[in-house]
């Protein structure tokens, strides 16, 4: 699903923060009326629970940022672009986030890092004060910023940013979210949700929360993989599948995670893959994994493309 564009005048990307596909349901004709649309077809209905903020005032390519919002100076701008990963624990939904998704792609995958301007959004790549301040910063990826995590509740429709749990917590906590590309993975099992996503230096930055009490548990980052996209609960077991080196593209392993809550990091080898595990799927006793291919991509890249391959990989007992 693309997340819709809604531009209103000032550099934004994808402003929906999120939008429940559980919440977008067929709403069929009563008996004796007349069908949704002049074709019979049912027609389709969503609702926006909540956007992304504008989080930065932008004043044009390569200059500073000006204070805000509310920008008195330049205008106002949104970089949190993706609901990357979603998970659900009870009534509670967990969410992570990816800034300037299509920037970052745009800048590594396809290695065209050129400023551009529209009037949905700016891409500055090397002319980005994140470049000019940090001149280690890969190029393609000047328009990191560092992903957010929220809370939202299905019941009372509270959204409530957990970040803050993270960014205070230490401050080796908050390095790791700021070299986060952006949390694309996320898993709940046996009280514990795991928001994870691929960071700077071909790592995977991952974090911990309480299902129940919503408790910051910590965060570690995994130097051994490169790429992160997706957990699976199969046979009540949690399973993760990640890529290895820069953007996954020097192969990929089925991870079986054997921890808790005292030690949420802890994950086990149980199959290893030709190429970054892309999907994951449970069917009769076996977990299926789909492939990515990750040629040509850059040590930054969050992406790659899609592989015709796939193989199966039965669960270790235990």
Known sequence: MRWPLISQRRLTFAVVLVLLPALVVTSAPAAGQAPASASGSPAFHHELLAKAPPDECFNGIGLPYPAGPPCAQGQPKVNQAYVWSLAQADNRLWFGTGANVNCIVTGTTLALPAPRITDDYVCEFAESQVVKQNPTMPVGAGDHRQPRV?????ASGALTEKTAAITGASTDDLSRLRRTLG??????????VLLAGPALGATVSMFAFDTATGEYLGSTNFTKYGNIRHFLVADDVLYAGVGVGPNGRDGGYILRWAGDRTDPFNFVEVGKL????????????????STWSAAGGSSSAPGGRTSASSRPARPTPG
Not at 150 to 154: F, G, S, V, W
Not at 183 to 192: E, F, S, Y
Request: a negative charge; charged letters at 20%; hydrophobic letters at 40%.
């Open 274 to 289: 030709p190429a970054q595990v892309a999907d994951l799927e449970y069917h009769d006793g076996r977990v299926f994994v």
């Open 183 to 192: 949390l694309r993975a996320g898993g709940t099992h046996q009280g514990v």
């Open 150 to 154: 929220y809370l939202y509740d299905l």
